[in-house]
C-alpha cells in the first residue's frame, strides 16, 4: 500500500517566487494536515481538512500562505511570494477520520529553501 | 493550554541503555497520546500510542507509562540500540468537536546510541 506521496522532494528557488507543494494521501483516509519542521519551532501544523473541507487554519503564518484540497486524492500548499523565512520542510500527513483517534501517516517532506 | 512540553531536547545513551523521554501537558481534555519516530530525511511514523484510561503501555522494547494526576507521560526505550537513534516526539490530541484527529506535537528529543 503506497504511503503519503509528496513532491517534489527538494525545492530551491528565490525570494518572491510562487512555492506550490503537493500531497497524495493515502487512498480511503479522509483527513489530511499539513506540517511546517524547523529546529527553531518544531512540527507545526498550518491547516487540516476533513473530507476535502480546510476545518482548522489557524496556524498558516499569513496570507502569503494557502491551501487547497480539490479532492480527496490530492491537496496543495502554495506560497506567494515566498520569504527566506519559509525554509523549513513541510510535511503532509492522512488519516483516517472516524470514531476514535485513528494514527498521523507523514509523506517524507518537501526541504524548501528560499534564497 | 494547547502545548505539549517535551524534555530533554537531546539525549546519549550507550547500547543497552535505557532512555527515558518526558512530556507534560496541561490541557486535560486530551485524551490521546502517541509518539512518534522520526529518521533523517523521513517523515515522522507513529511508535506507539496510549489513552488516559491506562497507566502503562508496552510494545516490543517501547513502554509508554503514563499519570493522568500529574498530567505527564513517558517513553522508555528498554535495550537501546544504535538503530534507535532518532528524533523522537510526543504528541496529544482529542475527540471533541472541531479539533478531533488533530496532534500538538513536543518540540521533540534527539537520541543518539552510542554502540
Known amino acids: 500500500d503506497a504511503g503519503v506521496i509528496q513532491s517534489p522532494r527538494h525545492e530551491v528557488t528565490e525570494m518572491g517566487q510562487e512555492v506550490t507543494l503537493r500531497c497524495k494521501p493515502i487512498s480511503g483516509h479522509n483527513s489530511l494536515f499539513w506540517y511546517r519542521q524547523t529546529m527553531m519551532r518544531g512540527l507545526e501544523l498550518l491547516i487540516y481538512?476533513?473530507?476535502?473541507?480546510?476545518?482548522?487554519d489557524s496556524g498558516m503564518p499569513e496570507d502569503r500562505f494557502s491551501a487547497k484540497m480539490p479532492n480527496a486524492s490530492f491537496s496543495t500548499l502554495k506560497i506567494q511570494p515566498s520569504e527566506p523565512r519559509d525554509s523549513a520542510v513541510y510535511f503532509c500527513a492522512s488519516s483516517l477520520y472516524g470514531s476514535s483517534n485513528q494514527p498521523q501517516h507523514f509523506g517524507d517532506g518537501t526541504r524548501l529553501s528560499i534564497l | 493550554q494547547q502545548q505539549v512540553k517535551q524534555s530533554p531536547q537531546s539525549l546519549i545513551v550507550q547500547k543497552g541503555g535505557i532512555p527515558i523521554i518526558n512530556c507534560a501537558y496541561e490541557n486535560t481534555a486530551f485524551d490521546y497520546f502517541p509518539w512518534y519516530q522520526q529518521f533523517p530525511g523521513k517523515g515522522p511514523a507513529l511508535l506507539i500510542a496510549i489513552r488516559p484510561d491506562v497507566s502503562e503501555k508496552k510494545e516490543g522494547r517501547f513502554t509508554i507509562s503514563f499519570n493522568k494526576s500529574a498530567k505527564q507521560f513517558s517513553l522508555h526505550i528498554m535495550d537501546s540500540q544504535p538503530g534507535d537513534s532518532a528524533t523522537y516526539f510526543c504528541a496529544a490530541g482529542w475527540s471533541g468537536g472541531t479539533s478531533y484527529g488533530k496532534l500538538t506535537f513536543g518540540q521533540g528529543t534527539i537520541l543518539t546510541v552510542h554502540p
Open positions: 481538512f476533513n473530507n476535502n473541507v480546510p476545518i482548522d
